[in-house]
């Protein structure tokens, strides 16, 4: 299985029997098909999970799956963890072990977790350039004022990190809960910023990633993204 986007002489290269140069005549007796399409030169780019057919046998076939839990309290962001149920535990699919985690959440922290086996999608919505908007529900041990909007919204230095978190909106709700969006996801950020004001985050909710929402996901189910989705976010 290849990881990577290869041109189309170099996958036929390490996928069959055929070397890079007899793609051409592959290609010119039209025995190619990617995608369900007759390929037409060899630098096409044959991704993880383009389809590729050479003469009516399957060289690769790939599905990729997007998928988001509504994740509970104490269940870890991981994939595999000797003591504690895992995201991955709580998913049924036939393709569970080929994903990964997009984007974690504290072992207490709830709401939504994105999980693929698209390394390309993940890396783009992890990436800080794409600045796609986490939003949170925060509930809080100590009330919640108008100053920490300005701050949040000018943005707050991490010294550990040596960077100011980017500026970030947040609605107060009520005294003790507010929502807050951030468009970047440093470690424990969250909580680090609401810790600038020694005030404390007693419960943690991710309520939306982009534009994927949890509206119809149980705590504990998750559900497959539809084909238009991952676009989306
Ligand atoms: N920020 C936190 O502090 N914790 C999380 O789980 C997510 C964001």
């Not at 069959?16 to 793609?23: F, M």
């Not at 939306?208 to 559900?223: F, H, M, N, P």
């Amino acid at each position: 299985m290849t990881s990577r986007t290869q041109r189309l002489d170099r996958f036929i290269s390490q996928n069959s029997a055929y070397s890079l140069s007899d793609t051409h005549l592959l290609l010119a007796r039209k025995r190619i098909l990617l995608d369900g399409v007759v390929a037409c030169s060899i630098q096409q780019k044959v991704t993880r999970f383009t389809h590729v057919m050479l003469d009516g046998q399957c060289l690769q076939d790939n599905k990729p799956v997007y998928l988001m839990l509504n994740k509970p309290r104490g269940v870890v962001s991981a994939t595999k963890d000797s003591r504690h149920t895992t995201v991955l535990d709580l998913v049924q699919h036939p393709q569970k072990n080929e994903l990964h985690i997009v984007g974690r959440l504290d072992f207490n922290t709830t709401g939504v977790v994105l999980l693929t086996n698209d390394g390309a999608w993940s890396r783009k919505l992890s990436s800080p350039e794409s600045a796609i908007t986490k939003t949170y529900e925060v509930t809080l041990s100590q009330p919640v004022t108008d100053e920490y909007v300005a701050v949040f919204r000018q943005g707050i230095y991490f010294r550990y990190e040596n960077v100011t978190t980017r500026p970030a909106s947040l609605d107060i709700l009520s005294d003790y809960t507010c929502r807050l969006s951030l468009t970047e996801g440093r470690y424990h950020q969250v909580k680090r910023m609401f810790g600038f004001f020694q005030n404390e985050v007693l419960a943690l909710h991710r309520v939306s990633v982009g534009t994927l929402d949890l509206q119809g996901v149980e705590t504990g189910q998750s559900r497959l993204l539809t084909p238009a989705e991952p676009g989306l976010v």
